[in-house]
Each structure stands twice: as structure tokens, then as C-alpha cells.
Nanobody
Framework: QVQLVESGGGLVQPGGSLRLSCAASRSINTMGWYRQAPGKQRELVAA???????NYADSVKGRFTISRDDARKSVYLQMNRLEPEDTAVYYCTADYSGIDYWGQGTQVTVSS
């Protein structure tokens, strides 16, 4: 069993920045972030594909950075130059023993 707790969402103006955090109940290599906007399917934002490999959605490359702190069993998503199209609920996810776990989600709203 894995618990994931996200934090760091909120309201930000276009061009601004936010940092999302996800604390896991155990150390896991394969973790990442997805998002779901109203009326749209959940989509990958950024993820670790192993201990150090990363994968990003084309729409966030150059703006978002995923990182990790193994001592804190946490992953982070630094989001810069935010756009209204980034508005969504952001979910932390982890793959542990072949099972996908999801956090409760944190709302990110980009609006002036």
C-alpha cells in the first residue's frame, strides 16, 4: 500500500510559477505527475521513468521540471511561465510493484 499526498496548488497569474510537492509513504523510483482539465482526459505532465530518466509532455517542455528528494520520499513539479491552458487538477502518481497509486489531486488555476 502506498499513500501519496500532494500540496502546492493554487491560483496564479499567467507567466507566474508554482511548485507542487508529493510526499510518498515509501521510496519509489517510478513517480510522476498527471493533470486533468475540465472536460478533458487525464494526461501525463512529467514523470520519472526509472531512477533518473524523465519524460515530459510536449506542452510543458522547457517550462516544467520534475525533481525528487529521496531522503524525503518526495517528488516535485516546478512549473514556470504558467499559461491558462495549464489550469487543471494535478495528480501525483506512483508505480509500485506493478500497481498504480494516485494522490487526491491539487487544483492549479492560471488566471488573471
Amino acid at each position: 500500500q502506498v499513500q501519496l499526498v500532494e500540496s502546492g496548488g493554487g491560483l496564479v497569474q499567467p507567466g507566474g510559477s508554482l511548485r507542487l510537492s508529493c510526499a510518498a509513504s515509501r521510496s519509489i523510483n517510478t513517480m510522476g505527475w498527471y493533470r486533468q482539465a475540465p472536460g478533458k482526459q487525464r494526461e501525463l505532465v512529467a514523470a520519472f521513468t526509472g531512477r533518473t530518466g524523465t519524460n515530459y509532455a510536449d506542452s510543458v517542455k522547457g517550462r516544467f521540471t520534475i525533481s525528487r528528494d529521496d531522503a524525503r520520499k518526495s517528488v516535485y513539479l516546478q512549473m514556470n511561465r504558467l499559461e491558462p491552458e495549464d489550469t487543471a487538477v494535478y495528480y501525483c502518481t506512483a508505480d509500485y510493484s506493478g500497481i498504480d497509486y494516485w494522490g487526491q489531486g491539487t487544483q492549479v488555476t492560471v488566471s488573471s
